[in-house]
C-alpha cells in the first residue's frame, strides 16, 4: 500500500532537526523521496532522507539545490521553508546585526528558495508550499520584533504565493503553519518556569511535539488538502499570546 506522498519529491529546508527532521522522517515514511536542506547534516537517519548543505541566505546555493533536485527526480513537489533562526531583544536593546540575521534566514530565505523552486512546480503543474510561520507571527511577542516580522512576512508571502503560482491553471498551492511553542532545541534553553507558563496559556495545558507540526504539514502537503491555498493553520493548542 502507497503511502500518502507516494511518488512525491520534497524538499525541506532547515531539515537536520527539530520540526523539520520530523518532516523529513514522517514525509519519507509516507513516501516521497525527500531532501534535507541545512546548513548542517541531519541529526537522524531515515530511509529515502537525502542531506544537501543549504544556505537559504545564498541565492546562487538555492538555485543550484533546486536544479539539483530536478535533474536527479526530474521534478520538485512539495516545499517546506522551515529553516529559521532567533536573535531576541527588546527592540531598544536589538542590534542592526541582530535584526539583519533573522531577516537574510527567514525571511529573505524563504524568498531565496521559493522563487526557483515555485516556477518549476508550475511548469509541472503541480505543487505544494509550506512556510513555517508562528503563533509570534500572528500575535507578537515581547522581545521578538525581528522574528515576529519574518514569521508575519512569510504568512503574506504564502497568500502572495498561493495567486501567483496558481496563474494559468496551475495546480499549485501554498499555504502556512503558525506553530506554538514546541519543544525542539531552540527552546531547550528556556528556563523551566518559563515552559510552564506558556504550556499554562493553552487550551490543551501543555507544549507541542515537533511530530505534530510534521502531521499539519503532511495534511498541506497531500492531496487530501488539494483544495485548501493562501490559508494559515494555527497549530499552538489554543495559545493566545
Same mark, same amino acid.
Given at each position: ?81 522551515? @529553516? =529559521?533562526?532567533?536573535?531576541? +531583544? ?10 539583519? &540575521?533573522? #531577516?537574510?534566514? *527567514? ?44 514569521? @508575519? =512576512?512569510?504568512?503574506?508571502? +504564502? ?10 491553471? &496551475?495546480? #499549485?498551492?501554498? *499555504? ?44 498541506? @502537503? ?20
Amino acid at each position: 500500500m502507497g503511502g500518502r506522498l507516494e511518488g512525491k519529491v520534497a524538499l525541506v529546508t532547515g531539515g537536520s532537526a527539530g520540526i523539520g527532521a520530523e518532516c523529513c522522517k514522517l514525509f519519507a515514511k509516507e513516501g516521497a523521496k525527500v531532501i534535507a536542506g541545512d546548513m548542517n547534516p541531519p541529526n537522524f537517519e531515515a530511509e529515502n532522507v537525502e542531506y544537501m548543505q543549504l544556505n537559504v541566505t545564498d541565492v546562487a546555493n538555492c538555485e543550484e539545490v533546486v536544479k539539483s533536485i530536478v535533474a536527479k527526480y526530474g521534478k520538485l513537489d512539495i516545499l517546506v521553508n522551515n @529553516a =529559521g533562526i532567533t536573535r531576541d +531583544a527588546l527592540v531598544q536593546k536589538m542590534t542592526d546585526d541582530m535584526w539583519d &540575521a533573522v #531577516v537574510a534566514v *527567514n525571511l529573505k530565505g524563504v524568498f531565496n528558495v521559493t522563487r526557483f523552486a515555485g516556477p518549476v512546480m508550475m511548469e509541472n503543474n503541480y505543487g505544494s508550499i509550506i512556510n513555517i510561520s508562528s503563533v509570534v507571527g500572528e500575535y507578537g511577542n515581547i522581545g521578538q520584533t525581528n522574528y515576529a516580522a519574518t514569521k @508575519a =512576512g512569510v504568512i503574506g508571502m +504564502a497568500k502572495t504565493w498561493a495567486k501567483e503560482f496558481a496563474r494559468k491553471g &496551475a495546480n #499549485v498551492r501554498c *499555504n502556512a503553519i503558525a506553530p506554538g511553542y514546541v519543544m525542539t532545541d531552540i527552546l531547550k534553553t528556556v528556563p523551566q518556569e518559563l515552559l510552564d507558563k506558556f504550556a499554562s496559556m493553552t487550551m490543551l495545558g501543555r507544549l507541542g511535539q515537533p511530530e505534530e507540526i510534521a502531521n499539519a504539514a503532511l495534511f498541506l @502537503a497531500s492531496n487530501e488538502a488539494s483544495y485548501v491555498t493562501g490559508h494559515v493553520l494555527s497549530v499552538n493548542g489554543g495559545m493566545r499570546l
